[in-house]
């Protein structure tokens, strides 16, 4: 549960919904612009040039501003679907039901780095396995019978 409510707190302290709304801001402020800019040059007091080149410098500057606001929203949509599978998960994970396969996705969105082996206090232990998460949780395992390999020359038969 506390490394549901990590991964869950990691997707939410996103500024990436802030910084959606202030792009949003940003392109009615800009569409504006362009209106005033516009009802200047039919009531006159902007001529034809002026008003090319103003128009083309704040449509060039809006079409950018949009495909900022597009990468936004698709980075959002994939927090969301994200969260989705995390929730998913969490009902799998609950019920303790088997999962059917792996989902790499959730996996990459929540693991940042793996560690195999480990060491303390100068001793080498080759059978730790580490789990870092993106939130800072770290979760590790070990198994120091040795006597345990995916393959042994005993088991010939």
């Not at 569409?31 to 006159?44: A, F, P, Q, T």
């Not at 060491?119 to 979760?139: R, S």
Request: proline share 0%.
């Amino acid at each position: 549960e506390e490394f549901l409510e990590n991964i869950r707190e990691a997707l939410s302290n996103t500024s990436t919904a802030k910084e959606l709304r202030k792009i949003q801001n940003e392109v009615r402020k800009m569409e504006g612009n362009i209106d005033k800019l516009i009802n200047l040059h039919l009531s006159g007091v902007l001529g034809k040039e002026d008003f090319e080149r103003k128009y083309n410098e704040l449509t060039a500057e809006l079409d950018k501003v949009r495909a900022r606001e597009e990468e936004l929203q698709e980075i959002i949509r994939k927090e969301n679907d994200l969260q989705d599978r995390i929730n998913n998960f969490k009902k799998v994970f609950e019920g303790g039901q088997v999962l059917q396969e792996f989902d790499r996705e959730v996996f990459e969105g929540v693991i940042e780095e793996i560690v195999v082996g480990s060491e303390e206090d100068g001793k080498v232990n080759h059978y730790a396995i580490t789990f870092i998460f993106k939130t800072g949780l770290q979760i590790k395992k070990s198994d120091e019978n040795k006597g345990l390999y995916s393959y042994s020359a005993d088991d010939t038969r």
